[in-house]
């Protein structure tokens, strides 16, 4: 049966890529590190790093031990830091997943809300393209994420939070110089910019078969905000996204939006963990401060949605 000190020093290699570095890393001797990992690897049957001159190159079993041992680790460690709170303090750290538009509209209230309200709270906050935030859910990177669309997943837990419509993006002279709801049909025909594919594009929209035919169309597709942004506002084409997504630009009146119909485009976002880690009191208390951030913005009219 394996246990936690095998699963640290085992991590600690991997990690360093060297024996006598992770030995230095958790304080044993190298030779006593060696035989741990002899022991570890006559458990599972099958060799976890290939033996090298310059260090440890892990096998194909290392890497996928090495996933869970990560998330095995964790879990432990939020049960301690939980176990240790159990006077209901809120305190520990706590990583949250957020696409780029949910910390244009909340991230900056919910980084100060912490700081004042929960002080020993140490709040971690990744933002990303719109659903590259799944796989450091998956990876145990963050305790929770706001994503759109995510996949149906027996290892998710996952909370509709609100419904966006999208729209069409340009300049006028890609677009048109008008407000009025453009066709699917019409739209299809536009140099369309795009997410890159994968799970990013999934985020665009909770149609896949209307995903597919975008994807056939996009003339550029990319990973980047700032190029995105940038390319719109050049007239190198127009994107499939929300209002909230180029703000500013179109504040400044450098782009227009126009709404899609025939058939209108929307997407989910949920507020999702993962099933096989318990919530803390910390976690929990993030949790439900998101949810009430995402409402205050939508019913303030920051947040361009409709409340689940």
């Known amino acids: 049966m394996l246990d936690t000190r095998q699963l640290r020093y085992f991590v600690a290699i991997y990690e360093n890529g060297s024996l006598n570095r992770a030995a230095q890393e958790v304080r044993v001797a190298a030779s006593a590190l060696s035989q741990q990992l002899g022991h570890l690897e006559g458990q599972l049957g099958t060799p976890l790093f290939r033996r090298k001159a310059r260090g440890m190159e892990p096998t194909a079993a290392g890497l996928r031990l090495y996933e869970h041992a990560r998330s095995i680790l964790k879990a432990i460690e939020a049960a301690q830091t939980d176990l240790k709170t159990a006077d209901q303090r809120i305190a520990g750290q706590v990583a949250v997943g957020m696409s780029y538009s949910g910390v244009k509209a909340i991230g900056v209230d919910l980084l100060s809300t912490v700081l004042h309200d929960y002080p020993e709270v140490k709040l971690v906050l990744s933002e990303s393209l719109s659903g590259a935030a799944l796989p450091l859910l998956l990876a145990s990177d963050v305790d929770m994420a706001l994503i759109y669309n995510p996949p ?92 909230l997504f180029m703000q500013e630009q179109l504040a400044r009146g450098t782009v227009r939006a126009r709404p899609i119909i025939s058939p209108a485009l929307s997407r989910t976002l949920y507020l999702c963990n993962l099933v096989s880690r318990p919530p803390s009191y910390a976690t929990e208390a993030i949790c439900e401060l998101i949810l009430d951030l995402v409402r205050r913005a939508v019913k303030e009219g920051r947040w361009s949605a409709r409340l689940l």
């Open 152 to 243: 149906g997943d027996a290892n998710l837990r996952s909370q509709p939070v609100l419904e966006e419509s999208m729209v069409c993006v340009g300049r006028p002279e890609i677009i048109g110089d008008t407000d009025k709801p453009i066709a699917f049909p019409d739209l299809l025909e536009l140099p369309i910019i795009l997410v890159r594919q994968g799970i990013s594009a999934r985020a665009i929209m909770d149609d896949v078969a209307l995903l597919k035919k975008i994807e056939t169309r996009a003339i550029l597709q990319m990973n980047s905000v700032q190029a995105i942004g940038g390319a719109v506002e050049a007239g190198l084409g127009c994107i499939i996204g929300t209002r």
